[in-house]
């Protein structure tokens, strides 16, 4: 397969599977993936559905109620380009590479537009912070200074927030940390319950702790005073977002160049549905060696 055909062709096979082993902050969200979208685009989303717990005398049950899940709103507002081109050394070692490592060779280029189209996406989920329904801050709106000593206490205490305001749910619960908290964390011997198999693959997975699966994500925002703003929420609950399906390229050639050249755009959007499953605290981290 020529050059022309295959970087495309390994640019847009699997471009959604592989976004989605690159997401972080987005495990928050209800997603879908869609073809064919622009910018202006409005989809739905479906978040889970919910019944409804009425009192029960003992007689008849009342009529049975259809669970329907319910549907958001979401504007498509984002988009991320690439322009790019091989020279001919480039395009000469993949033309005469074998099927296997020609595709191995192209997919250095793909893996890394699905890498940028993913910190795009976790960027706005981590703006997403402002809305928080279940907000933490020190006195007089002061940052909360974390440190080795006190940073295990930011997840009981958030824990406690969140089953009082009866957004927690057993199993499904997502910490995302900024690498100062993180670091913080591991700094407390034996403080992360580190588990095995599937998650400890998943992107940005480094433990479990006090009911809380713990992410890192370097797309955590923070404020002009250095003020960090980890999220905290239900899994596929909270937050939502649409997606490109595919990123396609197209294959070009600039005039009064013999490179083969690739550009192809991808968009997307973001939102928060339900403020009151988000969580955030104001915290101040200051590292030291």
């Known amino acids: 397969m020529s050059v022309d055909v295959l970087i495309p062709s390994v640019f847009g096979t699997g471009f959604e599977k592989n976004l989605k082993n690159e997401l972080v902050l987005d495990k928050l969200s209800a997603t879908k993936y869609a073809d064919n979208l622009k910018k202006g685009d409005e989809l739905d989303v479906e978040l889970p559905g919910m019944v409804t717990m009425t009192d029960w005398d003992g007689s008849d049950l009342t009529d049975p109620e259809r669970i329907v899940a319910s549907t958001v709103k979401v504007k498509v507002n984002k988009g991320k380009a690439v ?36 910190e795009a996406v976790d960027l706005e989920i981590g703006k997403l912070y402002p809305v928080a329904g279940i907000y933490k801050e020190g006195e007089s709106g002061a940052a909360i200074v974390l440190t080795k000593d006190n940073v295990g206490n930011m997840l009981s205490v958030m824990k406690a927030e969140f089953q009082r305001a009866k957004a927690w749910k057993s199993g499904k619960m997502g910490a995302f940390l900024p690498p100062e908290i993180s670091a913080l964390m591991n700094q407390v011997p034996g403080l992360l319950n580190t588990e095995t198999g599937m998650k400890q693959r998943e992107a940005g997975y480094v433990g479990k702790l006090a009911g809380w699966q713990i992410f890192e994500s370097n797309n955590i925002a923070s404020d002009t005073d250095g003020n960090l703003y980890p999220l905290f929420g239900v899994l596929g609950e909270t937050t939502a977002s649409v997606k490109q399906r595919k990123l396609k390229l197209h294959h070009y050639m600039r005039e009064k160049s013999l490179n083969q050249a690739f550009k192809g755009a991808g968009v997307f959007g973001t939102g928060c549905p339900r403020p009151d499953k988000l969580g955030t605290i104001k915290a101040k981290v200051t590292l030291s060696i």
Do not use: P, R, T, W
């Not at 480039?90 to 537009?113: N, R």
């Open 83 to 118: 322009n790019f081109e091989l020279d001919e050394a480039k395009v000469a070692q993949i033309d005469g590479a074998d099927d296997d490592k020609a595709i191995a060779l192209a997919d250095e280029y793909s893996q890394d537009g699905v890498h940028q189209f993913a």
